[in-house]
C-alpha cells in the first residue's frame, strides 16, 4: 500500500497542469469531471471506474488490487446524479446531449448496475434509488474476463444515491466510449449507445482483433472521433491498428424506447475529414 498511487495522485500525474479548461471536477473523487462543449451542446463526462479505497489490511497489502477490482464509489455516483447530468441550468438545455467516457463497459463494473440506473433516469426524465439490487455478488467471472479478484466489501459497493430527473425532463446519452477489452465493438442492451474501441496494445487478444506487430504501428490505436448530431452519425477515424469505422444512429425521440442501433461498419478511406 505504502507504494500505491491514489486516484487524485493518479489526476496530478496525467494532467500536471491541471484538468482542460472548464472542466467541472467531482469534489471527493479523482479522474472523474464533465466539460461543456457548447457550440455542440454536448456534455462530456469522464468517469472514474476504478473508484475503490485504497485501504490496506493489516499485513500492509491493498485491499483491492485496482487491476482487476473496479467500482463506483457513493461520492461519484451523487457527483453524476446531482451535478454532472444536471443540465437545466443551461441555454436551450433541451437540446443538449451528453457523451461518456469510461475505462470499461459499465457492464463489468459489479455496481456498474447503479450508473445504469442513473443513466436510464436521466434519459427518461425520471427518478431512481440506487442500493443492493444494482450490485452483482463478487468475486464473479464473465465468459473471458475475470473481474474483482479480491474480495469484495458490501459497504465498498453498495451505495444508497437518489436522482430525481423529473422536471428536468428527458435528455440522450449520444454514446459511451471505452476501451478495456480492446476490441472495436457495440453494445446497446443498456439502453444507449457503447463504443468499445480497439485500443493500444502490443499483441493481438483475441481472435476478432487485429494482427498487432511489437515494435510498429500497429502496437496503437488511436482515435479521433467526429459527432455529427444532424446526420445521428459518429465517426471513428483511427491511426494504428484497425480501421476507421463509422457508426449510425437513429433519430432520438424524448421518452421512447430506444430502438436498435445498426452494426458497425467499415469506413472508407475517403470518409469525412
Same mark, same amino acid.
Given at each position: 500500500g505504502s507504494d500505491a498511487l491514489s486516484g487524485m495522485a493518479w489526476? @496530478? $500525474?496525467v494532467y500536471p497542469d491541471g484538468?482542460?479548461?472548464?472542466?467541472? !471536477?467531482?469534489? @471527493?473523487?479523482?479522474n472523474c469531471f464533465y466539460l461543456d462543449l457548447p457550440d455542440r451542446k454536448i456534455r462530456l463526462l469522464v468517469l472514474n471506474t476504478i473508484d475503490l479505497p485504497l485501504a490496506?489490511?493489516?499485513?500492509?497489502? +491493498?485491499?483491492?488490487?485496482?487491476?482487476?477490482?473496479?467500482?463506483?464509489? @457513493?461520492?461519484? +455516483?451523487?457527483?453524476?446524479?446531482? &451535478?454532472?447530468?444536471? =443540465?437545466? @441550468? +443551461?441555454?436551450?438545455?433541451?437540446e443538449?446531449?451528453?457523451?461518456?467516457?469510461?475505462?470499461?463497459? =459499465?457492464?463489468? +463494473?459489479?455496481? /456498474? /448496475? !447503479?450508473?445504469e440506473k442513473i443513466f436510464h433516469a436521466?434519459?427518461?426524465?425520471?427518478c431512481c434509488r440506487t442500493?443492493? !439490487?444494482?450490485?452483482?455478488?463478487?468475486?464473479?467471472?464473465?465468459?473471458?474476463?475475470m473481474c474483482f479478484s479480491s474480495p469484495a466489501?458490501? !459497504?465498498?459497493?453498495? &451505495? #444508497?444515491? #437518489?436522482?430525481?430527473?423529473?422536471?428536468?425532463?428527458?435528455? #440522450?446519452?449520444?454514446?459511451?466510449?471505452?476501451?478495456?477489452? &480492446?476490441?472495436?465493438?457495440?453494445r446497446k442492451e443498456r439502453g444507449f449507445l457503447e463504443i468499445g474501441l480497439l485500443s493500444s496494445l502490443c499483441y493481438r487478444n483475441s481472435p476478432e482483433a487485429p494482427e498487432r506487430q511489437f515494435g510498429s504501428s500497429s502496437e496503437e490505436a488511436w482515435n479521433m472521433i467526429a459527432i455529427d448530431r444532424r446526420k445521428r452519425q459518429i465517426n471513428i477515424f483511427r491511426y494504428g491498428a484497425g480501421h476507421d469505422l463509422t457508426v449510425?444512429? $437513429?433519430?432520438?425521440r424524448q421518452g421512447l424506447q430506444a430502438k436498435p442501433i445498426p452494426a458497425l461498419r467499415e469506413m472508407s478511406p475517403a470518409g469525412p475529414a
Open positions: 489526476q @496530478r $500525474l484538468l482542460p479548461a472548464g472542466a467541472v !471536477a467531482a469534489p @471527493r473523487t479523482g490496506t489490511g493489516r499485513n500492509g497489502r +491493498l485491499k483491492y488490487f485496482m487491476i482487476n477490482d473496479h467500482g463506483f464509489s @457513493r461520492e461519484q +455516483l451523487e457527483f453524476v446524479a446531482h &451535478h454532472a447530468l444536471d =443540465l437545466s @441550468r +443551461l441555454p436551450d438545455s433541451g443538449w446531449g451528453v457523451i461518456v467516457l469510461s475505462h470499461m463497459s =459499465l457492464g463489468f +463494473l459489479p455496481n /456498474g /448496475g !447503479a450508473m436521466f434519459q427518461t426524465g425520471s442500493g443492493a !439490487a444494482d450490485v452483482k455478488p463478487c468475486p464473479f467471472s464473465f465468459d473471458r474476463h466489501d458490501p !459497504a465498498d459497493l453498495i &451505495h #444508497e444515491v #437518489e436522482a430525481d430527473f423529473t422536471a428536468q425532463g428527458p435528455h #440522450e446519452i449520444l454514446a459511451n466510449f471505452y476501451g478495456h477489452e &480492446h476490441l472495436d465493438i457495440i449510425a444512429f $437513429l433519430p432520438y
